[in-house]
């Protein structure tokens, strides 16, 4: 499986776009990105998923660079909602299980 | 929206005796997981399972046993439990047939062993 790397954390006001980088720079061709967030007391939440280039839906989009070795994930005008741990998980689709590392922490300020 | 559900939320139990975490999901998923999680690190897989009747080993299954007795129920057993045990476990159930990479997860069940 591919290791990946994100930041610890990150800051950010409400309003604000948020842009989450994720490196997995042996990433295999079978492999599939995922995001997840997990707010305090909770179990992690599906964010999105991509393969490669451009991803959006209603919560956030995924972009992924040309070589697959990186990918961001954008939030747009986060609010005080958002603030979690956000997840970069990179496994072959049908894979055994979603191995999570420790993942960005993204402080949201009124 | 599919749910899964944890008990007990919280347990105290003492060295040495019997713990079962019992996770049940009405999404009719064929995949289930147990992991743990500890103060300031990501989720660690225990044991998993394809379906009823089978287990398998996550990456720390030492200490621990799973059963699935059911599509909808998947345990996890602490026959002998230790003080490195307390943590929150959290299961979760997902489908990879047309894999989305949507597993959903319960909300945790928090154990403390003293």
């Known amino acids: 499986l591919a290791k990946t790397t994100q930041p610890p954390s990150m800051e950010a006001y409400e309003g604000q776009e948020v842009n989450v980088s994720c490196s997995h720079t042996?990433?295999?061709?079978?492999?599939?990105i995922y995001w997840y967030r997990q707010v305090p007391h909770q179990g992690p939440q599906f964010i999105i998923q991509?393969?490669?280039d451009y991803v959006v839906n209603e919560v956030a989009s995924l972009f992924i660079s040309a070589d697959r070795k990186l990918s961001t994930l954008s939030l747009p005008w986060v609010s005080l909602r958002d603030a979690a741990v956000y997840y970069c998980i990179v496994t072959p689709q049908g894979g055994r299980a979603l191995i999570f590392g420790t993942g960005t922490t993204v402080s949201v300020s009124p | 929206e599919a749910a899964v559900t944890q008990s007990p939320r919280n347990k105290v139990a003492v060295t040495g005796g019997k713990v079962t975490l019992s996770c049940n999901q009405t999404n009719n998923h064929n995949n289930m997981y147990w992991y743990r999680q500890d103060t300031g690190h990501g989720l660690r897989l225990i044991h998993y399972s394809y379906g009823a009747g089978s287990t398998e080993k996550g990456d720390i299954p030492d200490g621990y046993k799973a059963s699935r007795p059911s599509q909808e129920n998947f345990s996890l057993i602490l026959e002998l439990a230790t003080p490195s045990q307390t943590s929150v476990y959290f299961c979760?159930?997902?489908?990879?047939?047309?894999?989305?990479?949507?597993?959903?997860f319960g909300e945790g069940s928090k154990l403390t062993v003293l």
């Open positions: 991509g393969y490669k």
């Open positions: 979760a159930s997902g489908d990879w047939g047309g894999f989305t990479g949507q597993l959903y």
């Open positions: 042996n990433i295999a061709t079978s492999e599939y």
